[in-house]
């Protein structure tokens, strides 16, 4: 069970489970049945044979389109590759952040397009692990000589 202010998502692998909830849910709040999820929350959700495919495609084109990146050049990473940056150096620029945030911006909605069909599968009958990953990168800072710990989780089959 999903719930997010006034929606929620009911869902699981057995029937009568999930037609139990929802009458004790309906005894003390007013509940309106919406049929089978399609969107929620900006993710669209599929449900095949295979499982529960979740995706951000309208989104990922939604956003293009509204800054005229639909036909924009493809890169496979959101960021430079080995890119090592200084405080220290380069020019300083009137506005620096407004260019820094432009470039990301740009550089991540490329990343975007390239990614544009890709997607989440939660395939049925499947045991749902969840795995977690631990990165270190030890006075990786070259201002301040601090270490960056990435985390990165994947709950899945």
């Known amino acids: ?28 709040f007013q509940m309106k049945e919406l049929g089978q999820l399609k969107h929620f ?8 044979q295979e499982g529960i495919f979740l995706c951000q495609q309208k989104y990922s084109k939604d956003l293009l389109k509204r800054f005229g990146m639909l036909e924009c050049k493809l890169i ?4 430079e590759p080995n890119a090592k940056m200084c405080a220290h150096e ?10 820094r945030q432009l470039v990301a911006v740009r550089r991540i909605l490329r990343y975007v397009k390239s990614t544009i069909d890709y997607g989440l599968l939660y395939k049925k009958g ?14 990786g800072d070259h201002d301040t000589r601090r ?11």
């Open 126 to 139: 499947e045991d749902c692990k969840l795995v977690g990953y631990c990165d270190t990168d030890y006075a």
């Open 1 to 28: 069970m999903l719930v997010y202010v006034d929606d929620l998502i009911i869902t699981g692998d057995d029937e009568a489970k999930i037609l139990r909830t929802k009458e004790n849910l309906s005894v003390h």
């Open 90 to 99: 380069g020019k300083d620029l009137e506005d620096a952040t407004m260019y």
């Open 76 to 79: 496979s990473t959101p960021m």
């Open 41 to 48: 929350l900006g993710l669209e959700v599929d449900s095949t």
């Open 147 to 157: 270490s960056t710990t990435r985390y990165v989780f994947k709950l899945g089959s």
